[in-house]
């Protein structure tokens, strides 16, 4: 089964500072990834998905082959960016990382 | 509009009451699917349906049972809760050949006591 692998399950940033969320892919071949985004209280909804190279509010995120790595970016992280983010891959079974709670300090 | 509803949002049940959560999409998805989320432990798969009478079992399946008779519905059904399925429940739903978005629905909150 594809995998993905989110190592930290926590992490705290202050506001202004950068933020990156890391997610790892243990298959060959040529991997979809997403990234979902989860706020306080509010069912998941589709943050970027890799194919489409696109910014959404503010982050990015490249797959790296060599490092089989997909990690979530943003340069100057937002109190509003307080939230649970989880990566997946796009296939059949759709088995999600196990998350990172991302929290932004003022 | 185009969305994911889920019944009931909250459910307080005691041990061994056969329960169903209702999952229902109104945008032709073939897909479907129910998560679990717990802390720590992040979203984990139960059971998918890539469409009407074709379900598979997930990461976590022991303990639940689903049907897709119809291709809108998708329940989620407990024969015998036990404490150990409280969670956060989500219903999930997209179409296949496209780009495998999934369309989250607003979750179920169960407490078996």
């Known amino acids: 089964a594809q995998r993905v692998t989110q190592p930290e399950k926590l992490l705290s940033v202050f506001k202004g500072a950068p933020v990156e969320l890391k997610c790892n892919y243990s298959?060959?071949?040529?991997?979809?990834l997403f990234w979902y985004v989860q706020y306080s209280r509010q069912r998941l909804q589709l943050l970027l998905r890799h194919i489409s190279r696109e910014s959404i509010k503010g982050f990015t995120a490249d797959l790296n082959k060599g490092e089989t790595s997909f990690h979530l970016k943003k340069p100057f992280a937002q109190e509003e960016d307080s939230a649970m983010y989880y990566c997946?891959?796009?296939?059949?079974?759709?088995?999600f990382g196990a998350g990172t709670r991302l929290t932004v300090k003022p | 509009e185009a969305q994911v509803t889920q019944n009931p949002r909250y459910l307080i049940t005691v041990t061994g009451k056969k329960l169903t959560v209702t999952c229902s999409q109104n945008?032709?998805?073939?897909?479907m699917s129910w998560y679990r989320q717990d802390p720590g432990l992040g979203l984990r798969q139960i059971y998918y349906s890539m469409n009407v009478e074709v379900t598979d079992k997930g990461d976590v399946p022991e303990g639940y049972k689903v049907s897709r008779k119809e291709k809108r519905n998708f329940p989620l059904i407990l024969e015998s809760p036990s404490p150990n399925q409280t969670s956060l429940y989500f219903c999930?739903?997209?179409?296949?050949?496209?780009?495998?978005?999934?369309?989250f629905g607003p979750g179920t909150r169960l407490t078996v006591t």
């Open positions: 997946a891959p796009a296939n059949n079974d759709m088995r």
């Open positions: 999930a739903s997209r179409f296949l050949r496209d780009s495998y978005e999934q369309y």
């Open positions: 945008m032709n998805h073939e897909y």
């Open positions: 298959y060959s071949g040529s991997p979809e």
